[in-house]
Each structure stands twice: as C-alpha cells, then as structure tokens.
C-alpha cells in the first residue's frame, strides 16, 4: 500500500503542495480460519504453512524466493517483528485469503479544520494492487468509496496518474447534525458509491467547499476510504466526534482485492503452454472480474487444495452416518457414490428419494414392466415436446431480456417523446457484429475506456466501422446511454461522429460508428517519440478550433434542442483522413428544455477542463462547454496539457498558467515555438485574448460559443490574407468579416449542414458514459 505525498486539487482548481501524515495503524482483528479436511494439503510440500493467524494456501507461498508460492506475485513475507507476525504481500498486510480473494488492510484519507476554517491536517491515500497492469490482482467491485462529513468532497482516479479522469465521486452535505441519520449513506453525512470495475491503482483526496466554518462544532473533520462495502456501518453525527474513528474503519473495514493466476492467460491458452496450473481432480474457471487469467476448482465431490498434485481428494460421502444420503447400502466412488438396496428391496436407495421398499411378491412382474415401458416411452416424447418449446421460448425471453436490460423500452419511450425515430440506424444483430470483428479478437481493438472497448469491424459491404462494446450495466448507466442514443439522434452535423447502427440483443450494448482513422487531437498536439505532427501548422491549428466550436455553437443554438456537451477536451475531437475534425462522446451531455438556460446536474467531467463555476454550484450551463473548449485552445496555443504534476507548482494547472501569463505580459514564453514562426504576433495576441475570456471565472463573464466560432473564423481569414493595412494605413483586417451582417457559422466552409427540422430524421451515437436530464427521463 503506498501513500502519495502531493494533494491534487479534485478538478484541476487549486494546485497546492503538503505534507501527508496517513499511518498504517497496527490492527488486530479476529480472522475465522479456512475449514481444512484433516489430511488435505494446502502449501507445496516442507514449506511453512502458517503466519501468526492466517493459513496461507498454495498457489500463495511464505517466504521470499522459497519456491512455496507460485510465483513471485504471490510471495508473502511473514514479518516476526510483529506480534502474533504478520503476513505481507509487498506492503500490503493481508487479513485473510479464499479461493477468489484476499482482504487487505485499507488507508483512510482525514483533513481536519479548526473553528476558523484554517487546515489542522491533511492526509490523502493512493494505493496500488500490484503496481503494474500485468499484476493478477485488481480491486473488486464489492467495496464500495464513502466520504463522511458535512463539507466535504471527494473523487476516485483509476490511474497511477494524476491527470487521469475521475471514475467516481462522491459529494457529502449537511447542514444541521439533526439531519444526519444513523445507517444512512444517501449524501447526507455520509455518501457511498461503486468502484469500475478491474480497478488496479487507485487514488483520493479531500475538497470541503466552505473549510467546515458552519459545520465545526460537530464535524471538524471529513475522511474517505475504499472497503468492503458490508463492513461499514455508519455511526450518524456521533461518528464525526469520535477520535477513534479511524482506527475503527482500519480495526472493521477491510479492502478485499480479487485474484487469479495465468499471466494474463486464459483457460484455453493456459492449457496449449507446457505449466497448466489445475492438477488432478481440478477443472479450469476463466477470470469474471475484469482481469485476464484464471483459477482452479476442484471437481464435484473432491476437496482441497486444486494447485497441488495432490491437493484434491475425493469425498467420502459414506463415512460420516449423519451425511450418508443413502438408506440402505452406501458404496464410495471416485467423486461420486451409489446407493444400492439389499436383496428383497426395490428404489433408488436414497433417503431423499424413493429409498428402499420391500417387494410384493403378489404384485405381477409384467404389469411394472409395461407400465414402465409406457411411463417411459411417453417420458420421452413429452419431454421432447417440451424441450422444443423451452427453447424457443428461452431464445425469444433472452432476447426480450436483452433487449429490455439494455435500455430498448426506454428507448422507444424517448424517441416517442423527442418526436424522432432511428430508422436511419441500422440494427444490427449479434452475429454480424461478431463476424465483423473476427469474433472481437484482440487485434482489432482500437482502443480500451473506464466504459467498454472499442473494435475495428469490417461490414460485409466492405465499410471499415468502430464498435464499441460496453462493460456490464447497471440501471443508471443504462439511463446514459439511451441519453447519448437521444442526444444523437437529434444532431445531424459532418463535424460529429456518426452513428451506423446498434445491437440491443446481446448481453451488453453494441454501438456502430463510423471509423475515424486519425486518431485523436490530443495525440497529434503532443509528441510522440519527440517529434511533433508535421501537418499542424498554425493554419491547421486555426482549423481545427473553428470546426470544433462551429460544432458547439451549433448544439448550443441551433439545435432542435439546445445540447450542452459537458466533457469538451482533446481527446474527444477525432480526425479523419482528411484532418477534419469530428466532435465524439456525447455520454456526458445534457438536452436543456428551451425555456431553460440551466440544470442541476451531478458534476461529471475531466480534470483540467471541468469549469469551476460548474462544480462550485452543480449549475450546469452552455457557459461549461465554452470554458473546456478554452482549456482545448490552450492546448493548441502552448503545445502544454492542461494537468501535468511533472510540471512546477504554478505550471501544473494549464489554464491557471495561461492567465497568469497573460496577466504578467509574458505569454510568448508559453507558446509553441512554431507558432511564434507561422504566426503573426497580432494574430497570437488575439488568439490567446479569446482564451482569456473563454477561462473567466464567471461564467457570465465568458464568450458564447458563436462568438468563439465567429472569432476564430475572423483569425482564419486574416490568416489566409497576410496583410493587415492598407497603404493608407487602414486597418484592412477588420473588414474581413462585418460586425453587422448576420453570419451562418454552420455555412462558413461551404459545408452542407442540415436544418433545425431535419434533424428529427437523421441519428447518430457515439459513447457509453451517459447521463439524462430528468425533464427528458420517461419514468
């Protein structure tokens, strides 16, 4: 377990060094034992099979470098300083390990205040299970992140990064301690919620929104831990008072982490290699949980240890009187038993079925002979009858199962009030998309996200496509996505990635796009191999951010229904073979009804581009997509990312960084050095005051996103004409584009886009994090 020493700031607003103070406390807890069958071996023959409490069973083994365990991933040191000792793997203290998991002591992340809102401690905790991606353990998905307190905030990062994005947050609000009711974890004073799964590295820390100041007298303190979420009962206000809380969570809660063997290998490839793991008596169970590799089991009616050669033997299910399940006569077999009845007795001989019962000698042979004969051929054709009909039955309820758990209903209900329809997406079932994705092998995967993956496909009419297949979904990320299907479907622009189909009849939701071959502007702005992209000139730079904010400006105000974005950043504008920017992942966005300017949202974003605005108040407005898309010109101008802890204390944050630049005079030190080259100075200077304005605070202080268009298409044109004055003297540039003639952003390259009243006819998709505003939500 390891322990981060830099606070990063929640979203990216305010960076700051401290020192971390987040102790391992010593912990002793009453661990229940495995139950071992008298003779039955769990550890490699002469190795040590206990430490201090814990039984440490085989493919795990006691000793560095011992050759007790399987690997070295599975070596544990039994540390005697300790007493009873303690089992560590890596730094990790291990309470107790099963057939699947192990559980682990957890670190709990404190930040205290005094009556005047000043910070008295400040702890936050990163840990690592395994510390690379092929480690065989990953945080399973039965713990749960819980924030306590009043005042408080916090985020989970799935990344050993930094600038990587937040999976899941939790926000916990109070105003009186009367409110805080003992058990309940629903936000107030307390908050739980899930972790992704096949989380490996993890990390978090405090954010209070007003220093505890109205809160102090009953909670000058806010924590957030990660465990196992039936361990943790919420003790109500008492709790925040209570200075043996932490050590409580650590004494109670634990951190279970799941595991498998196979060096990422599954049971089908495990078995072709010359180590196959499962030995006798054993069968091979791929991994369920989000990592690659897996695990042995013993047979039915075998027990013991299935990573030994001799570590499964079979169950004598006659030996013990109160377990014999048959009546009469009990007879052992390898994995299996018979019951039998003795001489002058017939049934099946067990106790829990037609037992044993004496003949009637008076009662004619033939008579049980053809009754049975008939019993059975009837039997027969019955169940044959039946079978059929099961099946097709059984094939249409799985496929109304799917359908449903997929979101279908929801679907129809949300077209059906949005007065559109998807008859220009294909439906698509999911045999094609199997067979277009050479049954999804690992070649053809594009690239891997915190919701799914995403496949090359090759369509039978000889189109290349982008599948992306989802995670397992629970209900609330099918509500996003039947949000990100209706947000599509009422955007019909050349500049947004576009929908080919859907396929809602498999176990997860298949979405077809159109393949954009290029990669990402994220990719292309920052080197690669220490060479920058040839084609992005400051021309192309200047490009790029019209076509993206014609985009924005575009589903801000003339869309059927204004749309706000809500995860604007590089990565998500893609190009094409022609460089051409195309807008994706709509998961996050929001429809706004037209008599409103704003919603109430659960803060969902990407560090470093989230509006602060935003987060402060949970007021969601098309001013949020305008501040993000500041944060991408940034990019464009300085060739910098917009959260870098590699960077100094004051450059780590980009958008800060750019305004104090530019506050300071000196923002020529920032810029792309090919940029000063290409670019005039005037034209940087404009560009960089657009940013300014697009990162104010306020967000009532900012541009809109026509006004951003507009400006950059001014940029462009002055570009294209490298004068600036006349031979008079006149300013010529400002004559480029008239202030008082209405200008068609969705026309400016003499590019075809559809109106407002086409748009009900035309659908297109593209991601799976997706939120639905309730105004638009059919239930």
């Not at 993206?548 to 094409?576: E, M, Q, T």
Request: aromatic share 10%; hydrophobic share 35%; with cysteine.
């Amino acid at each position: 377990m390891c322990v981060r020493v830099e606070w990063l700031c929640l979203f990216g607003l305010l960076l700051m060094s401290t020192t971390i103070d987040v102790t391992a406390v010593n912990i002793t807890r009453t661990i229940v034992p495995r139950t071992i069958k008298k003779g039955v071996n769990v550890t490699k023959p002469g190795c040590q099979k206990k430490c201090g409490n814990l039984t440490v069973p085989y493919p795990f083994g006691i000793g560095k470098n011992s050759g007790c365990a399987i690997d070295s991933w599975f070596e544990i040191n039994c540390n005697t300083s300790f007493n009873p000792p303690r089992p560590l793997l890596g730094d990790l203290h291990i309470y107790d390990i099963s057939d699947t998991q192990i559980r682990i002591a957890t670190y709990v992340a404190k930040k205290c205040y005094n009556s005047l809102g000043n910070v008295t401690y400040d702890g936050e905790a990163w840990a690592s299970v395994g510390g690379t991606s092929s480690s065989p353990f990953t945080i399973s998905e039965l713990n749960k992140f819980t924030v306590l307190g009043c005042d408080d905030a916090s985020s989970i990062t799935e990344s050993e990064k930094f600038s990587a994005n937040a999976t899941s947050v939790c926000i916990s609000l109070c105003q009186r301690r009367e409110d805080v009711l003992q058990g309940y974890c629903s936000g107030i004073g307390c908050c739980q919620t899930s972790v992704p799964k096949g989380l490996k590295y993890y990390q978090f820390s405090l954010y209070s929104f007003g220093n505890h100041h109205r809160v102090w007298s009953y909670n000058p303190c806010g924590y957030a831990f990660l465990g196992e979420k039936d361990s943790f009962i919420f003790g109500g206000w008492s709790d925040f008072r209570d200075p043996k809380l932490v050590q409580k969570i650590v004494d109670t809660v634990p951190l279970v982490v799941d595991w498998v063997i196979g060096n990422l290998s599954s049971c089908v490839d495990a078995r072709k290699r010359d180590y196959y793991a499962c030995q006798a008596n054993s069968f091979c169970i791929d991994s369920d949980n989000g990592l690659r590799g897996y695990r042995c089991s013993c047979y039915p009616g075998f027990e013991g240890n299935p990573y030994l050669a001799t570590g499964c033997v079979d169950i004598d299910e006659c030996a013990d009187p109160k377990a014999n399940p048959c009546e009469k006569i009990c007879t052992n077999t390898p994995g299996s038993f018979n019951c039998t009845c003795p001489h002058g007795y017939y049934g099946d001989g067990l106790k829990n079925g037609r037992g044993c019962t004496a003949k009637n000698s008076q009662f004619p042979v033939i008579k049980v002979s053809l009754g049975l004969g008939f019993g059975f051929l009837l039997l027969i054709i019955g169940s044959s009858w039946v079978y059929l009909i099961f099946k097709k039955r059984k094939l249409i309820r799985l496929r109304e199962k799917f359908f449903q758990q997929n979101g279908g209903v929801l679907m129809k209900q949300q077209i059906s009030s949005n007065e559109g329809g998807v008859e220009s997406a294909k439906i698509f079932t999911a045999q094609e998309l199997e067979k277009a994705t050479n049954k999804y092998a690992d070649n053809r995967i594009l690239g891997r996200g915190g919701y799914g993956t995403v496949y090359k496909g090759f369509l039978p009419d000889k189109r290349i496509v982008a599948i992306k297949k989802s995670r397992m979904m629970d209900d609330s990320q099918i509500e996003q996505f039947i949000n990100e299907v209706i947000i599509l479907t009422q955007v019909n622009h050349r500049h947004v990635v576009k929908l080919i189909g859907c396929c809602l009849e498999a176990e997860v939701p298949l979405l077809v796009y159109e393949y954009v071959s290029h990669g990402t502007l994220f990719q292309h702005i920052y080197k690669k191999d220490g060479v920058l992209s040839n084609w992005l000139s400051w021309e192309n730079r200047l490009r790029i951010g019209a076509e993206a904010a014609g985009v924005l400006a575009y589903l801000h105000s003339a869309a059927s229904k204004p749309i706000i974005h809500r995860d604007v950043k590089s990565a998500n504008i893609l190009l094409d073979e022609y460089y051409t920017a195309k807008i994706s992942d709509f998961g996050a966005s929001r429809l706004v009804p037209l008599d409103q300017t704003q919603v109430t949202t659960l803060v969902q974003g990407t560090l470093g581009y989230l509006d602060p605005e935003y987060f402060h108040t949970s007021q969601l407005t098309e001013k949020s997509d305008v501040y993000s898309f500041g944060v991408v010109l940034a990019e464009l101008l300085t060739g910098k990312k917009p959260l870098c802890m590699e960077r100094t204390q004051e450059e780590r944050n980009l958008a800060t960084l750019f305004l104090i630049a530019m506050k300071e005079n000196r923002l020529f030190k920032i810029l792309e050095p090919r940029l000063l080259r290409e670019g005039s100075l005037e034209q940087l200077q404009v560009a960089a005051e657009l940013v300014k304005r697009c990162l104010q605070l306020n967000g009532e202080e900012r541009p809109t996103m026509k006004e951003v268009a507009i400006e950059l298409e001014r940029l462009r044109k002055f570009n294209k004409n490298p004068w600036t004055h006349d031979q008079q003297g006149h300013d010529v540039s400002a004559c480029l584009v008239d202030e008082n003639e209405p200008l068609d952003l969705y026309s400016i390259h003499d590019e075809s886009y559809t109106n407002a009243n086409e748009i009900s006819e035309q659908f297109n998709l593209d991601s799976s994090n997706l939120m639905i505003f309730p105004g638009n939500s059919p239930r």
